[in-house]
């Protein structure tokens, strides 16, 4: 198992943050939503993170033709038809790439075997499987459908009107695509509106989804192949904000992000973090499939504690590297109505306060979130629990104190330069 020491940063840093990954939500979807075209997707800057080229290889396994330019560029053939594969399909660690292929498999005559690794095998499927199911799909997994390897037999769905008692976009995003494929419009409503990037790239692609007035999201059905994509994927809000804590906690430090989607579903915890304190500025550049541009975040002096209870679903991601800035801010900050994050690739409300603690801060856990107050964090181990969030948030605490971070090769399945870009504002020693 790989481990890292980060030694804690000599000197305030100004950078410019061109390197950030590419978002991986859209990486997902750009793999995914090609297989609903009868034309060539162009896709710059594809995430070549294990949990996205994990998407891309079963769209391959499906019967996708994925070619790349000396630029990167992808160039996604679909098939005239899915094919059915003859092995599984592995969704690696990505609970994002599991859940909407069964969505959008779910529909489609064959057998498909979706399975992942040990974290992923053991996160609930059941929340759409469940709803799945009750449209007429036929997947079988351990608990009945909860747990992968999940056998989906593809065929015919009905249309559905189904109200999720979570505000999750993969649930979402699961239904919409089997909705493709029903029979009649379907209809699906959330409490609070999760990321939005299925909705605006089918959209975008030639798809019918229509929010009406009570807050339903009307699907019709598909009657001929979408446009194919034309997409460049803008860089990642949720790595970027790594380095937004960094900028806000070290002493003097800058950051600009540059090409970042400023979609608000996603920069949730940059409001948070200037809420904190922190000096943070925006500036809009372009609107294709999303708007795009710029983020700036500057020290402006210690944080203060904050309150964490709304808008949950548009920074769950970033919850972890939050608690960072928290642990270093005068008060106690509380997160609460979070307990979705239990179900991520760790417990992240056991594993960041069991970390934090580690760092000599004071943290307590709630069912649904945490209580931390700011203090001294103190260099520590931190086992990430082969959570990337985890590794890279306490690799940004080390950027005060030092820190060791145990078990970090999960960092690739989102960010694989991530260090690289770290050992630019520290030294990273492996
Ligand atoms: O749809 C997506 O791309 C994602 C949705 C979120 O999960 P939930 O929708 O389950 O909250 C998020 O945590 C995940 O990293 C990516
Ligand atoms: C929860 C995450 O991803 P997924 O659900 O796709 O594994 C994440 O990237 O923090």
Known sequence: MSRVLVSPCSQPFDTVLDTIAPDKSISHRCAMFSLFSDRPSTVRNFLKGEDTLASLSIA??????????????????????????????????????????????????????????????????????????????????????????????????????????????????????????????????????????????????????????????????????????????????????????????????????PGVTLNPTRIEAYKVLEAMGAAVEYALREDRYEPIGEIRVAYDGRLSAVEVSHRIAWLIDELPALAVAMATAEGVSRVRNAAELRVKESDRIATVVTALKACGIEAEEYPDGYAIRGGTLRRAVIDSHGDHRIAMSFAIAGLLCGMEIEDIDCVATSFPNFFEILSNLTEVTR
Not at 138 to 155: Q, S, V
């Open 60 to 257: 391959r396994q499906l019967g996708a033709e994925v070619e790349e330019d000396e630029a990167g560029t992808l160039r996604i053939t679909p098939p005239v038809e899915l094919r059915e594969p003859d092995d599984i399909l592995d969704c690696g660690n990505a609970g994002t790439g599991m859940r909407l292929y069964c969505g959008l498999l779910a529909g489609v005559e064959g057998s498909f075997v979706l399975t992942g690794d040990r974290y992923l095998r053991s996160r609930p499927m059941k929340r759409v499987t469940g709803p799945l199911q009750s449209i007429g799909a036929k997947i079988d997994g351990r608990e009945e459908g909860n747990l992968a390897p999940l056998h989906i037999r593809g065929g015919k769905l009905k249309a559905f009107r189904y109200e999720s008692p979570i505000d999750s976009a993969q649930v979402k995003s699961a239904m919409i695509l089997a909705a493709l494929r029903g029979d009649a419009p379907s209809y699906y409503r959330e409490n609070f509106l999760s990321r939005d990037h299925t909705e605006r790239m089918l959209r975008g692609m030639g798809a019918s989804i229509e929010t009406d007035a009570e807050g339903w999201i009307v699907v019709k059905p598909l009657t001929k192949p979408l446009n194919p994509l034309d997409i460049t994927v803008p860089a990642d809000p949720s790595s970027a904000f790594f380095f937004a804590v960094a900028a806000a906690i070290v002493p003097g430090a800058k950051v600009r992000i």
